[in-house]
């Protein structure tokens, strides 16, 4: 897969080569073709050229979304060096974007009408998801059920669509697509959960950011809704000011790391990560659902 994705950001301009490179070779966690990889073999696909072209696709559509996100975002720093938008510009960072998500199609459009619907498909739940993302920037009357369906369309959409292609072209029953499906779906939950308790928790050079991103930037990450939920006047201070200061994020993060947020987000993802484990309790028993089971435990215990 790493193979066709350096043959898949090739092009004759050499710019959007440097571009694409600059976040695909600069590393990643490659969980959402992992899913896809280990669905597929967990029902015992043998067409390896056929998911490594769909894990290929999502791994571009994701690249893609980062490259746009941190235009919006207006971020400095990806991956642990400077972003994309940062060291390119806007105009070309945007163009590369739309240079990989028409690659990414490329790879996926050679299936059935099927396979093609269901990326596509992603692809409208990750553009509604930035939405509606955009419509609780810095909104304090945001809601869990709110960052439930956000997280649902923008990051669970890949794992969900990962997950069910994998089933269904290794040759599962329409009952064990479902089931995949559902795995893929709360994985994607719990992971994102998970970023969003780092960005309060977590170690910048584990990040490769700093933390408090998300106040910064006015996103409504788990951590700050529970916070506000909670009443805490320096969480909703600092996310409802346009330019929260250095003192007003330090003043979220401490109130946050004190109260119930963390522990309260935690929970959260553990109970999304174990209903991703139900699901694949009917998979047949195999090295690849072992994998499935392993890859969810290593999300919820990453990097604390």
């Not at 490659?30 to 894990?55: E, M, N, Q, S």
């Not at 004190?258 to 109970?271: F, R, V, W």
Request: glycine fraction near 8%.
């Amino acid at each position: 897969m790493e193979q066709s994705l350096a043959g898949a950001i090739r092009s004759r301009e050499r710019s959007l080569t440097e571009i694409a490179a600059h976040l695909i070779e600069g590393g990643g966690k490659r969980v959402r073709p992992v899913v896809t990889l280990l669905a597929f073999l967990a029902f015992g696909g043998t067409r390896t050229k056929d998911i490594v072209d769909i894990a290929t696709a999502i791994e571009l559509i994701h690249t893609a979304t980062l490259l746009h996100d941190d235009i919006i975002d207006g971020a400095e720093t990806r991956r642990g060096k400077e972003s994309a938008f940062k060291k390119f510009g806007l105009k070309s960072t945007l163009v590369a974007g739309d240079f990989l998500f028409i690659r990414a199609f490329e790879f996926a459009g050679k299936f059935d009408e099927t396979v093609v619907q269901w990326t596509a498909d992603a692809c409208a739940l990750l553009t509604e998801g930035e939405m509606l993302q955009g419509f609780f920037n810095r909104n304090r009357t945001v809601t869990l059920d709110d960052y439930i369906e956000i997280v649902t369309r923008k990051t669970a959409s890949l794992f969900q669509t990962g997950a069910k292609v994998g089933a269904y072209l290794a040759g599962a029953s329409s009952s064990l697509v479902e089931e995949t499906e559902r795995y893929g779906l709360n994985m994607g939950i719990a992971f994102q959960m998970i970023d969003d308790i780092l960005d309060v928790v977590g170690h910048i050079d584990l990040l490769g950011k700093p933390t408090g991103m998300d106040l910064r930037d006015g996103n409504p990450s788990l951590p700050i809704i529970l916070g506000i939920q909670n009443r805490q006047v320096a969480v909703c201070d600092a996310f409802e000011q346009a330019c929260p200061t250095e003192t007003q994020i330090n003043g979220a993060l401490d109130a946050i790391k004190s109260g119930p947020a963390i522990p309260e987000a935690k929970s959260l993802s553990k109970h999304y990560a174990e209903e991703a484990l139900k699901a694949i309790k009917r998979l047949p028993a195999s090295r690849y659902r072992n994998g499935l089971k392993t890859l969810v435990q290593m999300i919820i215990d990453r990097d604390f």
